[in-house]
């Protein structure tokens, strides 16, 4: 079964706020550094698959939070087990 997480900007307004957001969805260790280099880190060694993100109202998203979501795609280029829609 394939876990779902969905991360809908047009809530998430700041990255402490998609931090929250993603270690609850993702059940991220507790080493998790809440930022860019450490979410490629936990998506590529910790979080476990099949997992889909699914991202709401990119369109929101300032540049700073635009980054994490060209990281989540990036992820999901690199592994079969994620996909992010």
Excluded: Q, S
């Amino acid at each position: 079964m394939t876990k779902r997480v969905i991360l809908d900007f047009a809530l998430l307004t700041d990255e402490d706020m998609l931090h929250d957001a993603l270690e609850r969805g993702l059940a991220l260790p507790a080493h998790y550094g809440r930022n860019l280099d450490a979410l490629w880190d936990c998506l590529t060694r910790d979080v476990k698959g099949p997992l889909t993100i699914e991202l709401r109202h990119v369109d929101r998203a300032g540049p700073r939070l635009r980054r994490y979501v060209d990281l989540l795609r990036e992820a999901a280029a690199a592994r079969k087990d994620l996909g992010v829609t």
